[in-house]
């Protein structure tokens, strides 16, 4: 039997009341090096709520993807959600598009892109343009929104920051990925874009990109120094089994920023809106309570400060987690998990392959007698050193939502 | 995706100056217990040089093969260089034609060979004919090349120690594995060797075993006590995808025993000759500094110490290397990696299944503020229990060899 087989045959109906709470501080793992003083944030963190949680939890670390790989934020999550990485590629082009907050459709193809600066003969001469401002680029796209539709196909355009935008295309018979536009260097005129792998969607794609770039320049031709683009990372959104179809549980996604709410729709979460903080998003948690038997909630923070190499910031944000997390604590849910989706270390400015803290509470955790939630205090868990994606399995386990496996 | 080809996609040009490096102390692991006052060596060896760099290590255990197996120095070391040896199966008879120092080439069918006494049926009496000496046996070995060709096909042979030798047949279209001609026990005739699994290669190969008894035999009729010869683990060298191939690194093999540079060779690493003591080895490795990126570095006497159940020798070698290890640290590799390929517990005398304990240090791989480099200390680190396998991914995770996956 496939194990995925196995936990649906050993499925039980949810008991009354049951609420599995994932609660993600993005990139909080870390490392200890002479740098930071062989502490890291989670050590060096005030965390009396944490510490309380941690002394009566199972703990563990857990290794994202394989041994040595480092994640970007998509394959981060989709493992936390109980989806191997490798069985559902979310490319590039899909995550920026999230990230902006487009809400995507299976089958949509979408493209990263960015302003650039050509030359007369058509040379690119700046690949970023000279970072335009960001409200420039918005007047760029407005332009470029004349484009409504090309062939069958609609376009959509959205501004992200500086330089960056995005562009999807909705329509039937279309995939990617695509090659990229962009040559990656100056003193190259800009690519024709073509299949990765050929096919008659993906050749569509890509004279829908062709003829896109024929009506989109010369709306352009005039800017200065914005006058060209470049894509990148060109792919559709893939047809993902959805979280309730895996898991028959019904999910809501609590996150501030458009890429982490559009990550859990790609597996149809339903995303709650209207947050702005920490503790609002552990407010809705309770507001929402008794609508969902899943909620993952999203905090940004630890790992913008992870890749900004601010120690100090990114324990404050633990603290500040700690300081809030009574609010959620109000209604306890049967089973609650903390960890990050990767270790982002302040000494590395970056996300990290090094396997992330992991902590589950609840009735039937068990306790593994240590007395904090940190890198070293989880690598003498119970939990031991496990994958991503099974950490689902061990919430529903947790949630007593499995039968026994044979007499 | 299949896991190879993601660490494939991933794989970044080296930085310079990019030096990984693997010491191997063969079967440091070992167990505590009452025999050996709940020590292990690790434990009872004063380490300080060691002991620095454990301290701003990450740390861990690792599975040679599969929970509760015991591997050979062959499936041991070919894990630790991250080929999984299930996949990669190296037969006894190559393993032992390497230990006695012969260039292997692919394709090559070879056999461990021992002398025994035959009575005037052709009845195996002694199966190990008294343990000659080695100097007898060489000059028999001596008698048996003149057997230099059978049919298309070249014989090489090899005297080892005491009654042990190794027979090579070097030709076209051969391969093992083959039964054992030796009958297991005494009292028996020699037995006819016969294909494993059936083919073409396997009894051509069979053939020409059966061809050079009936010259070698009547070669040795007169000799007392070795008038006769078993042949066991008859194999073929595979063909393994070289460690270049697979990883793009240019690695070199340090090694005083035949066999570890044999089985390093086994995949294309480069042996580099010259070198009786740890201190040697490791002056070697600055020596060659700028001509490899991946130095595997072999310490043999702790597997011996081991076997012979000798708690002090074996703790003695682990001193010794640590007092010459600075020589290593004049030239700080990017990434060091030391391990063992398996434990041979002093209690056991011989090789164990245990998790071997193993220490990684880089400029990010962290701390896991643990004092020294014991079993003990291993089973608290960061890295948990994983398989050997798997290292050399930490390892060129270590020296920021892959990209990031997925955005």
């Not at 995005?166 to 003193?187: A, C, W």
């Not at 905090?299 to 500040?320: C, H, L, P, R, S």
Request: hydrophobic share 40%.
């Amino acid at each position: 039997m496939d194990f995925e087989d196995l936990y649906k045959s050993l499925r039980l109906p949810n008991p009354p009341d049951t609420k599995l709470v994932l609660l993600v501080l993005d990139g909080v793992g870390d490392i200890a090096t002479a740098e930071t003083q062989f502490k890291t944030p989670l050590e060096a963190a005030k965390t009396p709520n944490l510490d309380q949680v941690a002394r009566g939890s199972a703990m563990g670390r857990m290794i994202p993807v394989y041994p040595g790989v480092t994640p970007g934020s998509g394959p981060g999550h989709l493992g936390l959600f109980g989806y191997d990485p490798l069985d559902y590629e979310v490319g590039r082009g899909v995550i920026e598009a999230l990230g902006v907050g487009i809400e995507l459709q299976g089958g949509d193809v979408a493209a990263r892109a960015n302003y650039c600066t050509l030359d007369q003969q058509g040379i690119v001469r700046d690949r970023r343009a000279g970072r335009i401002p960001t409200e420039v680029n918005e007047k760029l796209c407005e332009k470029l929104r004349k484009i409504k539709r090309i062939e069958d196909t609609d376009v959509i355009i959205k501004a992200g920051k500086s330089h960056r935008f995005v562009v999807v295309f909705r329509g039937k018979d279309i995939e990617g990925p695509l090659t990229d536009s962009d040559p990656h260097r100056e003193g190259l005129p800009i690519k024709k874009v073509e299949p990765v792998v050929k096919s008659a969607k993906a050749e569509k794609a890509a004279r829908l990109v062709s003829l896109f770039y024929g009506q989109a320049l010369p709306l352009l031709a005039e800017e200065k120094p914005a006058n060209g683009f470049l894509l990148r990372g060109i792919a559709h959104m893939p047809h993902i089994p959805t979280f309730q179809e895996r898991f028959a549980l019904r999910a809501a996604a609590i996150a501030v920023y458009p890429m982490y709410k559009g990550l859990a729709q790609l597996i149809g979460m339903r995303k709650l809106e209207g947050t702005n903080t920490t503790a609002e998003e552990f407010q809705k948690y309770l507001d929402e309570y008794d609508n969902f038997d899943y909620f993952f909630i999203h905090v940004k923070a630890t790992d913008m400060y992870g890749e900004d190499g601010n120690f100090e910031q990114k324990t404050a944000v633990i603290e500040e987690v700690d300081k809030v997390l009574p609010i959620l604590l109000k209604k306890k849910p049967t089973v609650l998990a903390i960890t990050g989706d990767h270790s982002t270390p302040v000494p590395m400015k970056g996300h990290s392959w090094h396997p992330q803290p992991v902590l589950l509470h609840s009735a039937v955790s068990g306790s593994d007698n240590l007395e904090r939630f940190t890198e070293t205090h989880t690598n003498r868990g119970s939990l031991g050193l496990f994958y991503s994606k099974d950490l689902i399995r061990l919430m529903m386990a947790n949630a007593r939502l499995f039968d026994k496996f044979g007499a």
